[in-house]
């Protein structure tokens, strides 16, 4: 069953006016360019946080905003209840959950979300490293990218045991305007794994269809006023499409991470079989476009269009 949970003014950051609400400690790996505001919201909503990065100096803001900054995830993790992954990768979070300074064997009992998007595989893999070590694991990925994460906007792809819900819906209504419940742990992810098929698909077809109206002669500008005034136009492609003609490819999602999430949605479809056509087509040239541009954003893909 699919329940939405959309978070009511009384519910943000701000309106709780720094009042802590009867939650665990948090702890927080990963303030990257999703991590950072995430966590920073968590702070202003009140949340008591532990946090963690690879780069110390990216988590050091999080202290100015009340967290204790930790050394390791191990350290984090130290007296919190729930404790939150957002890191690029699979293998990046499964070192912080099993390596040398993991969290996981040093806490049975601990909630885990997992937040970042790291595919069908690794989630089902970290789910059962997580109950081998008596670990709650809530597979939790996240719509929306840098604006969002900061607005406190992101909509929550929450799937995992119906009882952790009352705990963790305030913590998702801090970071995101809506959770959706979808099922048993995995379940996120797979949702997950189809709204980045889609996007990366959409990113596609705006870079081609820019290109192309350059080689009819055609301003790509006025195509995306025409596209803009026809229900063709999504906000998102509108925007990426503007950025595109704009050169501006200031990251706001990475290609790096887009072409892994293609990558992962095309493994996905070949487990069960299948095919997705469209995204196997345009990985080898967003994977020559990530060579020189991997940490910018995803519209760069106009750059080889
Ligand atoms: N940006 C978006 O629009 C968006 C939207 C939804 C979901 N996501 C997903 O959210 C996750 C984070 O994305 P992001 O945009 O925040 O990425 P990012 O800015 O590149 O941050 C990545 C984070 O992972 C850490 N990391 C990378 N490799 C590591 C390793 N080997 N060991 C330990 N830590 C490592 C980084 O630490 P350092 O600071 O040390 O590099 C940083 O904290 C990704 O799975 C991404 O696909 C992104």
Same mark, same amino acid.
């Given at each position: 069953?699919?329940? #939405? ?17 009867? #939650?665990?400690?948090? %702890? ?28 110390? !100096?990216?988590?050091?803001?999080? %202290? ?28 990046? #979070? ?59 906007? &992101? ?35 797979? %949702?997950? &794994? ?34 803009? !005034? ?58 020559? #476009? ?16």
């Amino acid at each position: 069953m699919t329940t #939405t949970q959309t978070t009511s003014p009384a519910n943000t950051p701000a309106s709780l006016g720094g009042r802590a609400p009867k #939650t665990p400690v948090i %702890a927080f790996l990963g303030t990257g360019r999703m991590g950072g505001p995430m966590a920073v919201n968590l702070a202003r909503g009140g949340f008591q946080l532990r946090v963690w990065n690879r780069t110390s !100096s990216r988590a050091a803001a999080l %202290a100015g905003h009340g967290a204790f900054v930790a050394h390791t995830p191990a350290e984090a993790a130290q007296s919190a209840g729930i404790l939150i992954t957002m890191l690029a990768d699979g293998p990046a #979070t499964e070192r912080a959950a099993n390596g040398p300074d993991g969290f996981l064997a040093r806490c049975p009992g601990l909630i885990w979300v997992q937040m970042a998007t790291i595919g069908a595989r690794w989630s089902a893999q970290l789910a059962v490293a997580a109950a081998r070590h008596g670990v709650t694991f809530v597979d939790a990925p996240v719509s929306g990218s840098q604006g969002p994460a900061e607005a406190g906007q &992101l909509i929550i792809l929450a799937s995992g045991p119906d009882r952790v819900r009352d705990v963790l819906n305030p913590v998702f209504g801090a970071l995101g305007r809506a959770t959706v419940w979808l099922g048993p742990a995995g379940d996120g992810t797979r %949702a997950k &794994l189809v709204l980045n098929s889609w996007l990366v698909d959409l990113v596609e077809a705006t870079a081609e269809a820019l290109s192309f109206a350059g080689r009819l002669g055609l301003d790509p500008a006025s195509i995306v006023e025409l596209l803009q !005034s026809t229900p063709l136009g999504s906000p998102y492609a509108v925007q990426k499409a503007t950025a595109m003609l704009a050169g501006d490819f200031t990251p706001a999602f990475a290609l790096k991470h887009a072409v892994k999430d293609a990558e992962l949605a095309v493994q996905a479809a070949y487990g069960l079989g299948t095919h997705l056509p469209l995204t196997e087509a345009l990985l080898p040239r967003w994977r020559h #476009t990530a060579l020189e541009h991997a940490d910018d954003d995803l519209s760069a893909v106009y750059i080889t269009a």
